[in-house]
């Protein structure tokens, strides 16, 4: 048995290119030594961005995948996530784009920063501040994102890093915040916990996602759950900094219960520096005479919507279910899938 196999690799306008592909390497991987430059971005089977389905041939997949990236139906349908999928014969699998996107996908830069905030914010989150550095002069480094992307942070003395949505405008070019959910056992969580520290240096891997602004004539609700929040708070500073004009935003962004809301005063005030910007805080468990919604994010989104005639676009951010959920009730409002952008905080990391 060859333990080389031949991979054809078919695109929307038609154009075949085909390439080699090594039993222990995986699909992507051999693309790029070929020079066959497909659309990726993670390289670690969590962005999906390197899809593409399967329609002939035989493979299996890598251990990093998982069921957010690739749902039951889509793995039973053939689809594969290209950076972790291994061939066992040849094969023939169809990409979602025309042959002029190949290469437009830049690879994401590296480079190091300085750690400038290590700070718990709720019960559950913390706010972490880096700013990136030039590795060659150790001199700040201005770093080029578009608000809503998300960068790879490298836990330090590790071999791990972590994907984290920026939360910070680009306009505030010298340091990145993020915001951070403390996930049980999680290998990031406890360095946070127990040793990050200002000053010392994290590598730095990015700007990666297409989780941006469209320009659009109808009104924005971004809906975040938990950390969520944080790209569209990035795109929100962003409109605030005065890159958006004056189009009409809803903020819906919801916690458990007091302990574990953050960010309840920044949000109040940005509302009072945006007026094209209402802010619906949500609670599951209020404490007395809360003034904000009952219930999750999507809920007050819903509720909110329901009552409306018009359709917005709608940018949803946060854990899977969270997500899932938001898209049912954009359905039942009769909200087009073309009006809908989405980014899962899918786990990141082996
Ligand atoms: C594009 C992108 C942007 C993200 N931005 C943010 C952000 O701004 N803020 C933020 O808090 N998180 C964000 N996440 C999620 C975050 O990267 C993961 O939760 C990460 O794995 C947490 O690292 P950790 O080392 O603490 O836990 P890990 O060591 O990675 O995980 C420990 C265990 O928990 C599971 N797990 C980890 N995260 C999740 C999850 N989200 N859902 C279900 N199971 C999980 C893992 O499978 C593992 O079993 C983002 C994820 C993506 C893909
Ligand atoms: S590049 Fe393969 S899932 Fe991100």
């Not at 038609?14 to 080699?20: A, H, W």
């Given at each position: ?6 991979i054809?690799?078919?695109f ?8 080699s ?7 992507l ?14 390289r ?26 690739l749902p ?10 290209t950076?972790?999928?291994f ?17 437009s ?15 718990q ?21 201005p770093?080029?994102?578009v ?19 920026i ?8 340091e ?5 959910r ?5 290998a ?14 994290v ?16 009104p ?27 189009d009409?935003?809803?903020?819906f ?11 309840e005063?920044e949000?109040?005030a ?5 007026p ?29 919507f ?8 709608v ?5 899977g ?30």
């Amino acid at each position: 048995m060859s333990s080389e196999h031949s991979i054809t690799a078919r695109f929307e306008d038609g154009v075949e290119l085909t390439f080699s592909c090594g039993e222990g390497e995986n699909i992507l991987a051999a693309a790029m030594r070929q020079d066959v430059r497909l659309l990726c971005q993670c390289r670690k089977a969590y962005c999906g961005s390197c899809k593409a389905l399967c329609t002939e041939g035989d493979y299996h997949l890598g251990k990093l995948i998982n069921v957010q990236v690739l749902p039951p139906n889509e793995e039973e349908d053939g689809v594969v996530v290209t950076c972790d999928t291994f061939p066992r014969s040849e094969m023939m699998l169809e990409f979602p784009y025309t042959s002029d996107r190949l290469g437009s996908m830049k690879p994401a830069a590296e480079c190091s920063a300085r750690v400038v905030v290590v700070e718990q914010i709720s019960s559950v989150v913390y706010r972490f501040v880096i700013a990136p550095l030039d590795t060659a002069t150790g001199a700040s480094l201005p770093f080029n994102f578009v608000a809503g992307q998300y960068v790879e942070i490298g836990i330090p003395d590790t071999d791990k890093a972590r994907a984290f949505s920026i939360s910070t405008a680009p306009s505030a070019a010298g340091e990145l915040e993020f915001l951070i959910r403390l996930i049980p056992g999680g290998a990031f969580s406890h360095y946070l916990k127990t040793r990050a520290s200002v000053g010392e240096s994290v590598a730095l891997r990015g700007p990666m996602g297409e989780f941006v602004l469209r320009p659009s004539p109808r009104p924005r609700a971004l809906v975040g759950g938990s950390t969520g929040l944080a790209p569209l708070l990035s795109m929100l500073r962003d409109v605030a900094s005065g890159n958006r004009g004056q189009d009409e935003y809803h903020l819906f962004f919801g916690m458990q219960d007091p302990a574990s809301m953050f960010f309840e005063a920044e949000l109040r005030a940005l509302a009072k520096t945006m007026p094209n910007l209402t802010v619906h805080l949500a609670l599951m468990d209020p404490p007395d005479g809360w003034d904000g919604f009952v219930g999750n994010s999507v809920a007050a989104f819903a509720a909110y919507f329901a009552a409306r005639a018009d359709k917005p676009d709608v940018y949803l951010c946060g854990p899977g279910p969270m997500v899932d959920a938001a898209i049912a009730a954009c359905q039942r409002l009769a909200i087009p899938d073309a009006q809908i952008y989405r980014e899962e905080f899918v786990a990141s990391g082996s």
